[in-house]
């Protein structure tokens, strides 16, 4: 079973409109920490947003902001008034405890996002 | 300061070559990995080393070989390369717990 799931494989929105883009997860780990990465055609990872499973209020940062839903698994990320420069492959992304204490990395499949002027 | 840089950014190479791509992190982070990225863009975890230590072996043919001299260093040697092989293959870092990465540049990698 998928660990991360991103079901949107592609996004459109209005430059200065705010867009929320799905990311569900799945673990039985009480410890976890989520993660949203940004990349641009250029080929970079820019890390934009962490939530940690503990938290009790939803990760903001300038314009990101992580919509964390924990008893649903879902850790949407929503940016408010998009840019154009906000087009780009985005990554939802988990990171779990296992026997041991090492926190496995897991990676969806990403979604495309087109900022439209 | 380049906080994960891996070398080259770009590698050009015919079928049967060995070719290695280096990376050095300077956060002090504990733990270092290899991601391949490929053409549909999907990020598969390779290699996880934390201090030196081999933690993280996904199915990954045995002619990828990680190396590890110290925390700070993660290079990544490919034997024999394939077609199949090109792709983009990035370094990352983190420090220990459920925290983010961060990633170098990236290596394009094409195989012909």
């Known amino acids: 079973a998928q660990k991360i799931t991103q079901t949107q494989p592609g996004m459109f929105v209005q430059e200065k409109e705010a867009v929320t883009l799905d990311c569900t997860y799945d673990t039985s780990d009480p410890s976890y920490g989520l993660f949203w990465y940004k990349q641009p055609s250029s080929g970079e990872m820019i890390f934009l947003i962490y939530q940690g499973s503990y938290d009790q209020q939803n990760a903001t940062e300038g314009r990101y902001s992580l919509n964390f839903q924990k008893a649903r698994k879902s850790a949407n990320l929503v940016i408010s008034a998009s840019q154009l420069g906000d087009s780009a492959m985005y990554f939802c992304a988990m990171r779990e405890g296992a026997a041991g204490g090492s926190y496995i990395p897991t990676f969806g499949r990403g979604t495309s996002l087109i900022v439209h002027p | 300061d380049t906080a994960v840089s891996q070398t080259p950014k770009y590698l050009v190479t015919q079928m049967g070559n060995d070719k290695s791509i280096k990376c050095e992190q300077n956060?002090?982070?504990?733990?270092m990995y290899w991601y391949k990225q490929d053409s549909k863009k999907f990020l598969k975890i390779m290699f996880s080393y934390n201090n030196k230590e081999l933690i993280i072996n996904e199915t990954v043919p045995n002619r990828f070989s990680p190396k590890s001299p110290d925390k700070a260093h993660l290079n990544l040697h490919i034997n024999s390369l394939e077609l199949g092989d090109s792709a983009v293959y990035f370094c990352?870092?983190?420090?220990?717990?459920?925290?983010?990465?961060?990633f170098g540049s990236g290596t394009r990698l094409t195989v012909v």
């Open positions: 956060l002090g982070h504990d733990t």
């Open positions: 990352a870092s983190s420090r220990n717990g459920p925290y983010g990465y961060t």
